[in-house]
C-alpha cells in the first residue's frame, strides 16, 4: 500500500471498510495538493484548522502536532477511517476532534480545507455554517480531482465565502481558493421536504441525503411490496436513507421492533426526525453505522434494503454485497431479506451465493423486488 508523503507526515493508510487486496488507496492527488499548498502558505502559531470532507482521515491525520485539528464530515466510514489511520500511524485517539455533519463545528478557524464532496447540496450546508466561524485573515481552500470538480463548486464558494482563484490542475487535481469577506447571514434551503401518497406522511431531508426532492425510482418501486407482519418482528431498515422504508414498515406492522441504521449523518438524522413526526414516541433504534457489522448474529427476524451502487465516486457493487453479507448474519435461520435493484446488476444470482431461497417478488422494466431466506 503507497505511503502519503506530505511537508507534514508520511502516513501509511487505508480505506474503510477494509477489505482484501483493495485497488484502491485512501489518498489522491488532490490531497497531496491541498497538503503542499498549505506547507507553502505557512500556517499561523497555534493554528484551528477544519477539514470539511476527509474521505478516511488522510487531511487530518497529516496536520495532527502541527495544528488543532477538527475534522467534520456526513461519513460514518471516514470517520472510521479516521480513527484506523490515527491508530495506524502511532497517533492520538484525542488528536482530532470530529464533529458529523448533522452539527456545526465550532470556530472561530483559521483555515478552512475542503474536499468538494460529490453532492453540491452538502457542501452549500457546509459554507453556509461556516458563517461566523471564520477568524480574520482566514483561509478557505477547496480541493478535487478535476474531473470530480463542477463549476458550481465554485460558485457556492464565492457565494457563500468570498472571490474565488482556481490553481493550474498538478496530477489532474486542482484548488479553489476563496478571500474571505462580509456576507449577511445566509437562510439555508435545508431541510427539504417532500409529501408520500401511500403511505401519506412528509419527509424531511438534510442536505446529503440520495434523492432529497423526491423519493428515488427504486424506493418508489419497493414501497407496495413490503412485507406485512402481525406478530413482533425484530426488523432493521438497512441504509435507510431518510427513513421511509423503515417507516413504512412500521406503519404496516405495529408490533414490529425497528432499527434504521445509516453511514450518513444526515441519514441518520433525517430519519430520526421522520421517525418521531409518523410514529411519535413509537420505540426504535436509530444510528450511524457500518451497515449491521455491529449488529448481533442471529437478532433479526427481516432486513430490508435498498443497497447503494457507489462509494464516494467509485461505483461498484462492493458495498452491496457486504451489506448482503452482514445482513444474513444478522439473521435468525428462516429470517428474510428483502431488497431493491436494477435489474441489470444481477442481484438475484449474487444472493443464491448466500440464502437458501431467493424468490422475485415484484418486478418493473427497471427494478425488481427481491426476498432472500437464510
Known amino acids: ?85 490515527l491508530q495506524r500511524n502511532q497517533l492520538p485517539a484525542d488528536a482530532v476532534n470530529f464533529v458529523p455533519a448533522s452539527a456545526t463545528a465550532q470556530g472561530p478557524f483559521d483555515v478552512v480545507l475542503i474536499r468538494v464532496p460529490k453532492t453540491l447540496a452538502l457542501l452549500e450546508e457546509q459554507l453556509i455554517r461556516l458563517h461566523g466561524q471564520l477568524a480574520p485573515g482566514a483561509q478557505v481552500i477547496a480541493a478535487a480531482m478535476v474531473k470530480h470538480l463542477p463549476r458550481a463548486a465554485g460558485d457556492l464558494l464565492a457565494q457563500f465565502v468570498g472571490p474565488v482563484q482556481a490553481s493550474l490542475a498538478v496530477k489532474k487535481a486542482r484548488l479553489l481558493i476563496a478571500t474571505p469577506e462580509a456576507k449577511p447571514t445566509p437562510v439555508s434551503p435545508y431541510p427539504t421536504r417532500y409529501l408520500l401518497d401511500k403511505p401519506a406522511i412528509e419527509l424531511r431531508n438534510h442536505a446529503n441525503v440520495f434523492c432529497r ?14 412485507p406485512k407482519h402481525l406478530s413482533r418482528m425484530r426488523v432493521a431498515d438497512l441504509g435507510c436513507g431518510n427513513g421511509v422504508l423503515g417507516i413504512a414498515y412500521a406503519l404496516g406492522s405495529p408490533l414490529a421492533e425497528l432499527t434504521l441504521v445509516d453511514e450518513s449523518y444526515m441519514a441518520v438524522q433525517s430519519a430520526e426526525e421522520n421517525w418521531h413526526a409518523a410514529l411519535g414516541e413509537r420505540p426504535v433504534a436509530i444510528r450511524a453505522g457500518d451497515g449491521l457489522a455491529d449488529q448481533a448474529a442471529d437478532s433479526l427476524d427481516v432486513v430490508l434494503c435498498n443497497p447503494p451502487f457507489h462509494q464516494q465516486q467509485v461505483v461498484g457493487d462492493f458495498l452491496a454485497w457486504r451489506m448482503f453479507q ?19 446488476l444481477g442481484y438475484h444470482a449474487k444472493l443464491k451465493r448466500l440464502f437458501r431461497g431467493v424468490e422475485q417478488v415484484a418486478a418493473t422494466p427497471k427494478f425488481v423486488v427481491l426476498k432472500a431466506i437464510k
Not at 485497488?23 to 505557512?42: I, R
Not at 484548522?49 to 478516511?56: A, M
Open 1 to 85: 500500500m503507497p505511503l502519503l508523503s506530505t511537508p507534514f507526515a508520511q502516513l501509511d493508510l487505508i480505506r474503510q471498510p477494509d477489505q482484501p487486496h483493495e485497488p484502491l488507496q485512501a489518498f489522491d492527488a488532490a490531497d497531496e495538493y491541498l497538503l503542499n499548498h498549505v506547507h507553502e502558505q505557512g500556517l499561523p502559531d497555534a493554528a484551528r484548522v477544519l477539514v470539511l470532507n476527509d474521505n478516511f482521515g488522510a487531511l487530518a491525520a497529516s496536520l495532527v502536532g502541527v495544528a488543532r485539528v477538527t475534522s467534520s464530515g456526513d461519513s460514518h466510514l471516514g470517520h472510521l477511517g479516521l480513527q484506523v489511520n
Open 213 to 226: 426532492e423526491d423519493v428515488d425510482i427504486g424506493t418508489r418501486a419497493f414501497l407496495p411490496h413490503l
Open 326 to 344: 452482514q445482513a444474513r448474519a444478522a439473521l435468525v435461520t428462516g429470517g428474510e431479506l428483502w431488497i431493491v435493484g436494477n435489474r441489470h
